[in-house]
């Protein structure tokens, strides 16, 4: 038999083999849960359920559960919200300029109640606090002439919530699409105009 015949011979049992291992991998990986599964990633199309390796993050009950793992340790916590989400913008869009691409869907979940623990391999410590959830989509184009935006989120001591965004123009002005959300402790959030809001850098 040819060299090149032996060589083709062993290139096809080669792929083979390492089709047969893949095959016999992927059948073990479905056995294992999908935060358990070092370098792998997962998301759920039904539901808020994401893992990143040791990083996870789930929606059950009207609750979320936060995982991650760092150097000072791992970290665990439960967040409930305290309020409704809320809606920027008008009808749902939070525009950042005239354009057709100029804009981003936007809501928030003002203030979450956060207890949890810190376990750093030695000593587990408890946690509580209060959280911020947002989540901004679409395009979000700036428009031109802009040079970047400013972003606050604010929880007062009363109880009441406030995001301010400045679309910042070059030479540092604010242009007509800033904007902001006021949330009173109880009762309907409210619009912003940045026309009442008077911003200073302290530095």
Do not use: C
Request: charged share 25%; no cysteine; net charge neutral.
């Amino acid at each position: 038999m040819q060299s090149s015949h032996i060589m083709v011979i062993m290139i096809v049992l080669i792929v083979m083999i390492a089709s047969v291992l893949i095959s016999l991998l992927f059948e073990r990986m479905r056995d294992i849960p999908a935060d358990a599964r070092p370098g792998v990633a997962s998301a759920s199309r039904d539901q808020l359920e994401v893992v990143n390796e040791d990083w996870s993050a789930r929606a059950t009950g009207g609750r979320h559960s936060l995982r991650a793992s760092g150097r000072i340790g791992r970290v665990e916590l439960t967040l409930r919200a305290v309020k409704p989400p809320v809606v920027h913008g008008e009808g749902g869009i939070s525009r950042k300029g005239p354009g057709p691409e100029e804009y981003s869907r936007y809501v928030s979940l003002t203030r979450l109640e956060a207890t949890g623990t810190l376990h750093d391999g030695k000593t587990v410590k408890t946690l509580s606090g209060a959280a911020w959830f947002d989540h901004e989509w679409g395009p979000g184009v700036l428009p031109a002439g802009a040079a970047g935006w400013d972003w606050f989120a604010l929880q007062l001591t009363d109880g009441s919530e406030l995001m301010l965004y400045r679309v910042r123009a070059v030479d540092g002005s604010a242009t007509p699409y800033s904007s902001g959300t006021f949330v009173p402790r109880d009762g309907a959030p409210a619009r912003v105009s940045w026309r009442d809001v008077r911003l200073e850098a302290a530095r």
